[in-house]
């Protein structure tokens, strides 16, 4: 029989909280878990799977710039 660990268990494994391990599992992101009663079961040998958040910065500060535009196009002034 194949081990399994809790939600609990893999959150703390993986430095993440245990709604978010929630979230992977009911969204099919982590393979191969079962659900048991009401709790998930995850595989002891599990790949944590990669995270597609943006995380370079891009859109920070971007309410600020696209008013700058706006306020820059209007007084007639040209954008860089």
Do not use: F
């Amino acid at each position: 029989m194949e081990k399994y660990l809790t939600a609990a268990q893999v959150a703390a494994k993986w430095n993440l909280t245990v709604r978010q391990i929630q979230n992977m599992c009911s969204s099919g992101k982590i393979e191969n878990v079962v659900r048991e009663n009401r709790r998930w079961m995850i595989p002891v040998d599990a790949v944590r799977p990669d995270d597609h958040r943006i995380t370079n910065g891009k859109y920070i500060g971007w309410r600020k710039r696209k008013s700058e535009e706006k306020r820059q196009r209007m007084l007639g002034l040209e954008t860089n």
